[in-house]
């Protein structure tokens, strides 16, 4: 028997969809919703789309097993998500046949009350198990997606689920996580997609907890704020969302775009930040083109709103499509055609920003990465936000404003949004705290 499993990483998202190839028929664990790497990949192989599986309700991106099964696939899913979309529900111990092999749902609630792990068995003899948001590579699923009333029960149930569940397996077993480096998802963690059960039993730092009480101190002590659309998301998944948007964007004139932003559309420079910088049209929000382009989406951007573009001719308006798609962001309207060019050669005005370099940077920064990022070395002095925060506390921070995160795009959203509520004197960092260090030759401050 010829058995062949392949991770698709989208790095943005800290995410990997595992395609298990079983004598050339397939088996898909936790696909993103935009499904053509998957499809792609199957069809180049020569093999056969069969089934797919979630492992849990998904709070980070659009589940692509609905897709998957209106080509043709079985869709399993946990009988506790209560999905109201076709599917074949699962109960914690139920097994499937897999052209000969097993595939066992292991009951890991914590990460989410419905969790399922499922335990890849050749003749009762383990494979691989993919543990979606419970195991991870150096870390665990966060506990606090129902909200912060639940994180405790959950973080209980979680210890539960990894002693009775999954260390009881054996050492060698490789563990597929779907959640990784990069996902909002995950309490903080390695770098690697994939790993062991020993290696995670003896590295994991959560795993060294002594007793319940310290893992659960532990996890619920190193969690970051989530970006806003994980409060809705789970609930639309299990309600299923239609076909995913698609290419090409529509083109429109300087009257339609300023008609759209007039009716409450929500306009997205995708561009560069010094292009941004240099000139932009007044009150577009900076969210550059990059791998974690959705997470800033969905953190600042409401879902409702339609969505209007500024690009460029390096813009790849698929991957634009393909990363709004993914979390749900479908009202897709269209993009300025000709870009800022367009808008200026209309005549109409421009907004700036000052940018400066590490080694020009002097006085109180506002920090705007995650609350891990900040602990691990900031400026002496400096104050810090989440950007997934900042939308709620922007009045908090008065003129002037110099921006900084790890390179300059987060940096460049926040200015955006401190621009809208009228501040003046924004500068925008270009580089990050460590990119400071080695120009001045001065420490990080080390921790909160």
Not at 298 to 304: H, K
Not at 377 to 390: D, F, I, K, M, Y
Request: proline residues 7%; charged residues 20%.
């Amino acid at each position: 028997m010829s058995i062949e499993i392949i991770s698709v990483v989208d790095e943005g998202l800290g995410h990997s969809g595992h395609v298990v190839a079983i004598d050339g028929t397939v088996l898909v664990i936790d696909p993103l919703r935009c499904v053509d790497a998957y499809l792609e990949m199957i069809e180049r192989r020569g093999w056969r789309l069969a089934w797919t599986a979630d492992t849990h309700t998904h709070a980070d991106y659009v589940s692509g097993s609905p897709e998957l099964s209106r080509r043709g696939a079985v869709f399993f899913a946990s009988r506790g998500a209560r999905l109201e979309i076709a599917h074949r529900p699962l109960k914690p111990g139920d097994e499937v046949d897999l052209c000969g092999l097993t595939m066992r749902a292991l009951p890991t609630p914590g990460h989410t009350p419905d969790h399922l792990a499922y335990l890849l068995l050749d003749n009762g003899r383990p494979l691989a198990v993919f543990t979606g948001g419970s195991l991870m590579v150096g870390t665990v699923g966060r506990p606090d997606l129902f909200g912060p009333e639940h994180a405790e029960d959950l973080a209980q149930a979680m210890w539960r689920s990894l002693h009775e569940q999954l260390l009881v397996l054996p050492d060698e077993l490789a563990v597929y996580p779907t959640h990784g480096a990069g996902s909002f998802c995950s309490a903080p963690g390695a770098n690697d997609r994939i790993t062991t059960i020993g290696r995670e039993r003896a590295t994991n730092p959560l795993l060294q907890a002594v007793d319940e009480d310290d893992f659960v101190r532990l996890l619920l002590g190193g969690l970051g704020s989530l970006p806003a659309y994980f409060s809705w998301l789970p609930e639309r998944n299990r309600l299923g969302f239609g076909p995913a948007p698609t290419p090409p964007l529509a083109q429109l004139s300087v009257s339609e775009l300023r008609r759209l932003l007039d009716a409450g559309a929500e306009l997205i420079d995708v561009r560069p930040v010094a292009a941004y910088a240099a000139a932009h049209v007044p009150g577009a929000l900076s969210d550059v083109l990059r791998p974690a382009f959705a997470s800033s989406l969905g953190a600042v951007v409401a879902p409702d709103r339609a969505l209007v573009f500024v690009a460029d001719d390096r813009t790849d308006r698929a991957e634009l499509v393909r990363q709004c798609a993914n979390i749900g962001y479908d009202h897709i309207v269209g993009e300025l055609a000709g870009g800022i060019d367009t808008w200026i050669a209309a005549g109409l005005p421009t907004a700036s920003f000052e940018l400066i370099t590490v080694d020009a940077l002097h006085g109180p920064v506002l920090d705007v990465r995650s609350d891990n990022e900040y602990r691990a070395g900031h400026l002496r002095g400096a104050r810090h936000v989440e950007l997934t925060n900042l939308v709620d506390a922007a009045d908090a921070y008065p003129d002037p404003i110099t921006v900084m995160c790890g390179h300059g795009e987060r940096a460049a959203t926040a200015a955006s949004i401190f621009a809208r509520r009228g501040n003046r004197g924004i500068r925008i960092v270009i580089g990050g705290p460590d990119d400071w260090s080695t120009a001045t030759n001065e420490p990080l401050v080390i921790g909160p």
